[in-house]
């Protein structure tokens, strides 16, 4: 919720800058309520201390979120600039081709131990093809509708989906709020 609330100002004021879009007042009053949320967030973290994983300091990792935040609006904005005036079939190639370059040497450094120990079956493998698949769909769409909208367009759509997902939480699956 930290990475999908603080990329949208960062998206809006890159935009604002690098590719001369021009918002209006109540563009930046959701700036503003995206930074307050995301502070919310943030201190909550930290004061009330909720055990969510064993990581000791939540600030650093909260820190971390922020500048991955940065780096993701600043991907999006970049690819708003080349969808629009550059080849969208280009773009594509070449985030596949790099992608998988620096993805399986992340990989091989990061994760190969962990990789080893998964008891591989054909259960394990369609998860694989399927996760496979969804990224394939978002990644071959994203430039289209990044294309026919803006990348801020594409990151409230995405914020969108934390609502989403709390109300399947409430009514699918019957989680409850307090307590």
């Given at each position: 919720?930290?990475?999908?609330?603080?990329?949208?100002?960062?998206?809006?004021?890159?935009s604002w800058f690098f590719l001369l879009v021009r918002?209006?007042?109540?563009?930046?009053?959701?700036?503003?309520?995206?930074?307050?949320?995301?502070?919310?967030?943030?201190?909550?973290?930290?004061?009330?201390?909720?055990?969510?994983?064993?990581?000791?300091?939540?600030?650093?990792?909260?820190?971390?979120?922020?500048?991955?935040?940065?780096?993701?609006?600043?991907?999006?904005?970049?690819?708003?600039?080349?969808?629009?005036?550059?080849?969208?079939?280009?773009?594509?190639?070449?985030?596949?081709?790099?992608?998988?370059?620096?993805?399986?040497?992340?990989?091989?450094?990061?994760?190969?131990?962990?990789?080893?120990?998964?008891?591989?079956?054909?259960?394990?493998?369609?998860?694989?093809?399927?996760?496979?698949a969804c990224m394939f769909g978002l990644y071959s769409?994203?430039?289209?509708?990044?294309?026919?909208?803006?990348?801020?367009?594409?990151?409230?759509?995405?914020?969108?989906?934390?609502?989403?997902?709390?109300?399947?939480?409430?009514?699918?699956?019957?989680?409850?709020?307090?307590?």
């Amino acid at each position: 919720q930290l990475l999908d609330c603080f990329v949208i100002p960062v998206v809006i004021l890159l935009s604002w800058f690098f590719l001369l879009v021009r918002y209006k007042a109540v563009h930046f009053i959701g700036i503003v309520v995206c930074i307050l949320g995301m502070g919310c967030m943030a201190g909550a973290d930290v004061l009330v201390g909720r055990q969510q994983g064993a990581g000791e300091n939540k600030l650093i990792g909260d820190l971390l979120v922020l500048g991955g935040a940065t780096l993701y609006g600043i991907s999006n904005v970049c690819e708003e600039y080349i969808v629009r005036n550059l080849s969208r079939v280009e773009f594509l190639g070449m985030i596949g081709l790099f992608g998988s370059f620096f993805s399986g040497i992340q990989l091989a450094i990061m994760e190969h131990k962990e990789l080893l120990k998964v008891p591989w079956d054909w259960q394990i493998g369609l998860l694989y093809v399927g996760f496979s698949a969804c990224m394939f769909g978002l990644y071959s769409f994203m430039p289209v509708v990044i294309k026919k909208t803006s990348a801020t367009a594409v990151n409230l759509s995405l914020l969108t989906a934390d609502l989403y997902s709390l109300f399947c939480g409430l009514f699918l699956f019957h989680y409850k709020v307090c307590g």
